[in-house]
């Protein structure tokens, strides 16, 4: 597989030139300035992609290529973004860039209630907390229903733990659960937040699974006549916040999207931490079953604790091979996946990987580096899938 790196531009604090120390072999970044609906236009995209050339290095995979609220609840909106969409992807194909992530959950990209929760090594990592999660909604947030998505025990400790919490505290729990990727909502408030709800009042799961088929059923076509790869992020969690439906968060639901339209283009990211969090998810079976259509691979994982909602566990970023995913077999089955398209000719038949997220550790620690995306804690983990991949006969 290709050893790419998560980049966030200009502003990341980890240079181009550290990353040829990692071993990175390739960049996956974003256009982060843009809003969702706004068209990538040639000039930008070039500028970044001249950038990365200058450093030594392609720009592999766009992460992401924003899929707006609208398009997800069809607004009105909805037409005119998805225009602006078609001509990202045009322009992007015009630069030979033909891989693109995205993701289509709800209002919040992915969620956490601590991003540097302390680990027994010294280290942090971040993690979430159920009744934390709890404590926002119900006292913080003040979602009018949020007291019927939760179980009694889960209501009655969130509220003694939010008497017990300091105004400090109760504020970096609120900029923890809307920061999502860095930068992504730095200017939301909880008004924001209400009023994007609202828009979901009427969005079942099975309405928001026919709005990203019908996104796809006008995208993916174009894509692949781009020779282009769509691939669509997980749910993370995999499970309902906010009252919100989840649609992308099980080996099941990807089938079910991929079927729908029946396109290479439209393909899957295989982010073995989203999806890991679900204590039924198997990670060589995923491989095994859509591996042609796995177009990208997040490897990372987690370690899973009982909460006081057995269907919505707590769970921390935990290392590489460290937590409850096979990651081991999940790797060999890429790297079996990948040699079968090597063998048949398949021009894309490698498969693009990152090292996602991290635990922070030595001098990434006391707030040095990007929650989630450290420096040390991934160059760690690549280091371990590395290994991994060598042990399959072939490092690429």
Known sequence: MKQCWRWFGPDDPISLPELHQVGVEGIVTALHGLQPGEIWNKSVILERQESLRANGFEWDVVESLPVSEAIKTQRPEAKSHIEAYKASLQNLAELGIETVCYNFMPILDWTRT???????????????????????????LKRSSAPSDYPSAVCHEAEKRFSEMSDTAKTTLQHNIIAGLPGANDAWDIEDVHGLLATYKDITAERLRSNLIDFLAEVAPVAQSLGMRLCCHPDDPP????????????????????????????????????????SGFDGPEFVRRLGPRIHFAHLRNTTSSSSLDPNRPNFFEAPHLGGDTDMVGTVQALMAEQAQRKASGRKDWQIPMRPDHGQELLHDCGGHS?????LLGRMRGLAELRGVMATCGNSN
């Open 370 to 374: 990007t929650p989630g995306y450290p």
């Open 239 to 278: 499970f309902s916040l906010l009252g919100l439906p989840r649609i992308m968060s099980s080996t099941d639901d990807y089938a079910a999207v991929l079927d729908a339209v029946d396109l290479d283009a439209n393909g899957a990211t295989l982010c073995t931490g989203s999806l890991g969090v679900n």
């Open 114 to 140: 601590e991003l540097r929760a302390q680990q027994f090594h010294g280290g942090a990592a971040m993690s979430f907390d159920l009744v934390d999660f709890a404590v926002f909604d119900l006292f913080i």
